[in-house]
């Protein structure tokens, strides 16, 4: 069944999870866990950027430049809406804080 087989990593069998190393002569004691699937690697970025554009909006506060930078961040994963929203709020507190610290 795995004569001819080209060595590299293959699905473990038994072990949905997990990968196995055939050398080209047999299977190596060596194993590896499988790559998530591109389904689950864009849920993680989507959450990920939901997270990136949360801290975003408590920086653009407390800290504008973060918030600014981190608004352009998350405008650049695919939530233009909301990173650009994040960056003028940014400008806006920047403002503000300018105000509070320095007066007029």
């Known amino acids: 069944m795995t004569e001819g087989l080209a060595p590299g990593w293959y699905p473990?069998?038994?072990h949905d999870?997990?990968?196995r190393y055939w050398d080209g002569d047999q299977w190596t004691d060596n194993y590896k866990p499988k790559d998530p699937t591109p389904?689950?690697?864009?849920?993680?970025t989507a959450a990920d950027t939901e997270s990136l554009a949360a801290i975003g909006v408590?920086?653009?506060?407390?800290f504008p430049i973060a918030g600014f930078i981190?608004?352009?961040?998350?405008a650049?994963?695919?939530r233009p809406v909301v990173g650009v929203g994040i960056a003028?709020?940014?400008v806006v507190?920047?403002?503000v804080w300018g105000i509070i610290l320095f007066g007029e």
């Open 76 to 78: 650049g994963r695919g």
């Open 17 to 19: 999870d997990a990968l």
């Open 39 to 44: 389904a689950t690697r864009s849920r993680r």
């Open 58 to 62: 408590f920086a653009a506060v407390l």
């Open 88 to 90: 003028a709020a940014s």
């Open 93 to 95: 507190a920047a403002t």
């Open 70 to 74: 981190i608004g352009f961040m998350v």
């Open 12 to 14: 473990y069998k038994g």
